[in-house]
């Protein structure tokens, strides 16, 4: 089974112009159970955010997880380039959040 990234949004709207929301970015890979062999999905990285939202403004929650993704894109990148591909510059949402 090859990696995927999982990408969740369920969003709450409340009739006072709230819109509640939670996100969740994970990668998912396949792994062998040491128990009995076989072979399951499994989440092995994983970030989540709840908050709430003026129903005006819901391109924030856009925001936030485009936020998420290149977060996690910039760990990826950490922990899997080679040295010489690390000079790679940091996606824009990363560089705002200062997690870079």
Known sequence: MSPYLYVYVHLLPHPIGLTAYSSLVEVN?????????????????SVQRFGTVGSRHLTQIRDDVRGQIDYFINV????????????????????QLGTD
């Open 29 to 45: 890979q396949g792994a062998l159970l040491d128990r009995n062999g076989s072979s399951a999905s499994v989440s092995t990285w």
């Open 76 to 95: 990826y990148r950490r922990v899997n380039l080679s040295p010489a591909d690390s000079a790679l510059p940091p996606s824009p949402a990363a560089a």
